[in-house]
């Protein structure tokens, strides 16, 4: 079958085909379990008919695995409207957005939407037909009612809208106008809805209206994805090919999402074909010796993922914007990726926004002097601004001292190098750090709460750069000790942002071009995260399978349902 591809007016007019690659998807290695056929035994001493006497031959079960860190607190719910508590890749096999990024070519996929929608001439109201031959895992069809519920929901509970789709300048309504059309009013011109509908998966009205959708565990998912939830256990997550997606039914019989505590286990897997992929967690000093098996690949593209240190602006101190800087000017970003990343990722933009949104980037900054690392410049940043050091070479001003709780998560060993670079720098500058490891989940917690001070971690936005760019809206945070309502963990706040942010929502393309790199400079600016890099790769293994679609991420849904078994 084949999935019809649509490009959003933003990404067809600034988004290159080629791009090439960060690192976010999935390693693999081959392990499938065969089940022989039963031959007849015949009858001794008389013919014997083998079509009359054969016992039908069973099906061959192919497995393949996938290999992550899956901690138990990431799978207390299966309930995609919920930001904690899940382990999100899950989502992407099971249910189905109506749109698709395609970080790989920078493109939109349809998914359960049948076109790439059809946009009223005031820009006002966008029309989506539907995939009417995608059903519930439970045999249930799926219609226009399903979509309405999903977006309803999130008006309704305002605490699950983390992209503020239904704030006074977007979403109006959406309603059924038939059984396979959805139409989107919007308040005013919002160009970004297509990309921001990516962000939204779709759930069965008839399943989540009898319950919650804020306190939902959802144990069983049922989806329209090419794959159904089967169990959980200690050790994997377990799913069955859905013979009846819309996609096209897989080859692989059974998806494994295969648990591990950290990636030195996962990669020692994938080296040993125990797994067949990850989803981009991986040792990455162990990549040089994984990549000597010619079997072991690495697809690298622009992702939407930045991974950055992330300084908490309403702590003291760090509230001053000379501290931000200092910080921004004493890490050694190249360096990082380098000997961090082994190479395998791209030197983020001061201004936060990835290079998978092409021309948008605003490239002017690579070249700002004030930005270049430079352990002199961090010390006179400070100086300038009134610190002084004190007797232990440490930065003090008005009886603050710059001294800071770095927060990097555990088991992680490209991480744990990279942040222990960079604390280095930052003691060279005069600022001193107090390690602490926590796990993933404690990494997002921490920064959605704001109880911390710095944290090395990554930020994964939806597929457009005002979304992007949006992480930096105040809207989108909230005082220490309440969870932000998105992802604007630093707790930044700047009235001109705000102002720039609001304008592009409804500008025009050539206006939000002139806009979003406004807003790019002064996020390099005012320093509220110091960008490292952006990451996303799919490590992946031809060993035991073959027929990856590499037009998309390899292990992606959307090429699993190509992959077959050598």
Known sequence: MSIRKSRVNLFKRYVPLGIAALLSVVLFTGCSSNVSNVQPAGNKGEG?????????????????????????????????????????????????????????????????????????????????????TAKWHDGEAFTADDVVYTFQVLK????????????????????????????????????????????????????????????????????????????????????????????????????????????PAITLALQKGEIQGTTGTIAMPSLPKLLENKDNKLQQFPGLSTFAVIINNDKPGLNDVAVRKAIQQAINREEVVEKGEMGAATVGNHGFLSQV???????????????????????????????????????????????????????????????????????????????????????????????????????????????????????????????????????FRDSQVDEWLDEGSAANAEQRTELYKKVQARIAELAPVVTLYSSGKTPYSETSFTNYDTNVPATSVLSLVKVTKK
């Open 48 to 132: 014997t008919n083998s079509s009359m006497s054969a016992e039908p031959a069973k099906a061959e079960k192919i497995s393949y695995r996938i290999g992550d860190i899956i901690n138990t607190e990431q799978v207390n719910n299966f309930n995609p409207y919920l930001n904690t508590g899940n382990y999100r890749p899950l989502f992407d096999y099971v249910y189905d957005a109506l749109y698709y990024f395609n970080p790989v070519k920078g493109e939109l996929i349809n998914r359960l939407a049948a076109d790439s929608g059809t946009w009223s001439e005031d820009q006002k109201t966008l029309t989506v037909k539907l995939n009417t």
């Open 156 to 263: 309704d509970h305002p605490v699950l809208d983390s992209y503020h789709l239904w704030s006074d300048t977007r979403l109006n309504s959406v309603r059924a106008s038939s059984s396979d059309t959805v139409v989107f009013q919007l308040n005013n011109p919002f160009p970004s809805l297509t990309n921001y509908l990516t962000t939204v998966y779709i759930v069965p009205k008839h399943l989540f209206e009898k319950e919650d959708p804020e306190t939902f565990l959802n144990k069983t998912p049922i989806g329209t994805g090419a794959f159904k939830f089967r169990n959980i256990n200690e050790s994997a997550i377990l799913l069955d090919a859905n013979p009846e997606s819309y996609l096209g039914a897989p080859q692989i019989t059974e998806l494994v999402l295969q648990r591990f505590k950290d990636s």
């Open 357 to 491: 949104f092409g021309s948008l980037v605003n490239e002017k900054l690579a070249d700002d002097p004030s930005l270049q690392f430079s352990i002199e410049q961090a010390n006179k940043t400070l100086e300038n601004a009134g610190y002084v050091k004190n007797s232990k070479g440490i930065y003090e001003k008005d009886g603050v001292k710059l001294s800071f709780v770095y927060y990097m998560a555990a088991n992680a060993p490209a991480q744990n190098k990279e942040g222990a670079m960079i604390t280095g720098w930052l003691n060279q500058a005069g600022i001193a750090t107090t390690i602490k490891m926590v796990t993933w989940p404690e990494l997002t917690s921490l920064a959605m709460s704001g109880s911390y001070d710095l944290i090395q971690n990554g930020i994964t936005v939806p597929a457009d750069p005002q979304a992007a760019l949006e992480v930096f809206h105040s809207k989108m945070t909230a005082p220490i000790g309440e969870n932000t309502s998105g992802l604007n963990w630093a707790r």
